[in-house]
């Protein structure tokens, strides 16, 4: 018994530091990483969808591109990147998805 008690102090312990580490992270990319956005793409490589990366090597980050882009993660997209569209997100809020393309287009 005493030994389980450790063992979940010890979880409990490192959970507070993983989410400590999260706190330290960008408000987008919290979103990010609670998003399914991982599963299409991550921020180097092209996986499904283009790498963060390459989107911010395209998009400037200004007002105009941040609208535009949080847009496409609300309603979803087709044609720039290639034919696999982008799936909508319409759970998502508009002030949402610009903080998570607010750090996406800093991923250099």
């Given amino acids: ?3 389980k008690l450790i063992a979940l102090l010890l979880c409990a312990g490192i959970s507070s530091i993983v989410n400590a580490q999260d706190k330290d992270e960008p408000a987008g990319k919290q979103l990010i990483l609670k998003s399914d956005c991982k599963a299409c793409h991550t921020e180097k490589n092209k996986l499904v969808g283009p790498s963060y990366k390459d989107i911010a090597a395209k998009y400037p980050s200004n007002s105009k591109n941040i609208t535009l882009l949080a ?38």
């Fill in 71 to 108: 847009g496409k993660i609300i309603k979803g997209g087709s044609g720039v990147w290639g034919q696999i569209p982008m799936a909508p997100h319409p759970q998502m809020n508009k002030k949402e998805a610009e903080e998570m393309v607010k750090y996406i287009l800093t991923v250099k």
């Fill in 1 to 3: 018994m005493k030994h």
